[in-house]
T-cell receptor, first 116, second 115 residues
Framework: EAGVAQSPRYKIIEKRQSVAFWCNPI?????LYWYQQILGQGPKLLIQ????????DSQLPKDRFSAERLKGVDSTLKIQPAKLEDSAVYLC??????????????FGPGTRLTVL | GDSVTQMEGPVTLSEEAFLTINCTYT??????LFWYVQYPGEGLQLLLK?????DKGSNKGFEATYRKETTSFHLEKGSVQVSDSAVYFC??????????????FGKGTRLHILP
C-alpha cells in the first residue's frame, strides 16, 4: 500500500515570496491533515479536512496561509507571502474516518521550507 | 488546555543500555496516548499506543504503560540499538466517544545510540 506522498521535499525561498506544497493521501482515506513542525518542537495542526470540507482550521494563519482539497483527494497548502518564521517542516497526514473507532494518522515525509 | 510534556534531549546512550523517556500529560477526560518516532529523513511513524488506563502499548521492544494516577506514559526499552537513534514524540488525542482525533504532540526527544 502506497503511503502519503508529498512534494517537494525541500524548498528555499526568500521572504515575501509565495510557495505551495502538495499532498496525496493514502487511497480511501477521507481525513487529511496539515501540520507545521518548527525545529525543536512537535508538529502543530494547521488544518484538518474531512473529504473536501474543513473540520478545523483554528490554528491556520489565514492572512497568509490557505489550503484546499477540492476533490476530496489530494490537497495543496499555500503560503503567500512567506515570513522568516514560516521556516519549518510541513507534514501531511491522512486517516480513515470510521465512526466510533480509533483513526490512526499516517504521515508523509514532509516538506522542509527555508525562508531567507 | 490539553498538553504533553516530555524530557528534553538529546539523550545519548551506549548500545544495549536501558532506555527511559519520560512523558506526562494534562488532559480533560480520558485521552488516548501515543509514542511516535521520526527517523532521520523520514516522516513520523506511530510506534505504540494505549487507549485506556493501565493499557500497555508495545512494539519493536519498546513499551509504555498508560498511568492515569500519575498522568504519565513513559517510554522504555530494555536494550537499545544504534538503529533506534531517532526523535521520539509523546502525543495524545481526545477520547473516541467525543470523536476528537486532533493529536497534540510533545516537543520531541532526540535519542543518540553509540555503538
Amino acid at each position: 500500500e502506497a503511503g502519503v506522498a508529498q512534494s517537494p521535499r525541500y524548498k528555499i525561498i526568500e521572504k515575501r515570496q509565495s510557495v505551495a506544497f502538495w499532498c496525496n493521501p493514502i487511497s480511501g482515506h477521507a481525513t487529511l491533515y496539515w501540520y507545521q513542525q518548527i525545529l525543536g518542537q512537535g508538529p502543530k495542526l494547521l488544518i484538518q479536512f474531512q473529504n473536501n470540507g474543513v473540520v478545523d482550521d483554528s490554528q491556520l494563519p489565514k492572512d497568509r496561509f490557505s489550503a484546499e482539497r477540492l476533490k476530496g483527494v489530494d490537497s495543496t497548502l499555500k503560503i503567500q507571502p512567506a515570513k522568516l518564521e514560516d521556516s519549518a517542516v510541513y507534514l501531511c497526514a491522512s486517516s480513515l474516518a470510521l465512526s466510533g473507532s480509533y483513526n490512526e494518522q499516517f504521515f508523509g515525509p514532509g516538506t522542509r521550507l527555508t525562508v531567507l | 488546555g490539553d498538553s504533553v510534556t516530555q524530557m528534553e534531549g538529546p539523550v545519548t546512550l551506549s548500545e544495549e543500555a536501558f532506555l527511559t523517556i519520560n512523558c506526562t500529560y494534562t488532559a480533560t477526560g480520558y485521552p488516548s496516548l501515543f509514542w511516535y518516532v521520526q527517523y532521520p529523513g523520514e516522516g513520523l511513524q506511530l510506534l505504540l499506543k494505549a487507549t485506556k488506563a493501565d493499557d500497555k502499548g508495545s512494539n519493536k521492544g519498546f513499551e509504555a504503560t498508560y498511568r492515569k494516577e500519575t498522568t504519565s506514559f513513559h517510554l522504555e526499552k530494555g536494550s537499545v540499538q544504534v538503529s533506534d537513534s531517532a526523535v521520539y514524540f509523546c502525543a495524545l488525542s481526545g477520547p473516541l466517544m467525543n470523536r476528537d482525533d486532533k493529536i497534540i504532540f510533545g516537543k520531541g526527544t532526540r535519542l543518540h545510540i553509540l555503538p
